[in-house]
């Protein structure tokens, strides 16, 4: 099972990112794929996952409404859009597959990708 990330960057508050987690060695309507992230000296949290079991979705409430999560199972790729960023949003973001959206909710993760940089100034 591997997860290879993309997508971060550098922007200013009110600006866009989309992330891309594109998965592989395994079958991806079998598993939940989001996105976990950790700020410097915070704990890692939860933001994001699609579940193509039941395609379920997801979102911790600072951005519901400013982020979207989608799955393009002809690439076995998930993305998140990332809209009206904040400074708060700035953190290394992880991709991560679970066996269900809660298994995921719950940190039981299958496979971690790599971390990816977003950083959204003010």
């Known amino acids: 099972v591997q997860l290879q990330a993309s997508g971060g960057g550098l922007v200013q508050a009110g600006g866009s990112l989309r992330l891309s987690c594109t998965a592989s060695g395994f079958t991806f309507d079998d598993y939940s794929i989001g996105w976990f992230r950790q700020a410097p000296g915070k704990e890692r949290e939860g933001v994001s996952c699609?579940?193509?079991?039941?395609?379920?979705?997801y979102y911790r409430d600072s951005v519901k409404g400013r982020f979207t999560i989608s799955s393009d199972n002809a690439k076995n790729t998930v993305y998140l859009q990332m809209n009206s960023l904040k400074p708060e949003d700035t953190a290394v973001y992880y991709c991560a597959a679970a066996q269900s959206l809660s298994a995921w909710y719950r940190g039981v993760v299958a496979s971690w990708g790599q971390g990816t940089q977003v950083t959204v100034s003010s």
């Open positions: 699609f579940s193509r079991q039941d395609n379920s979705t």
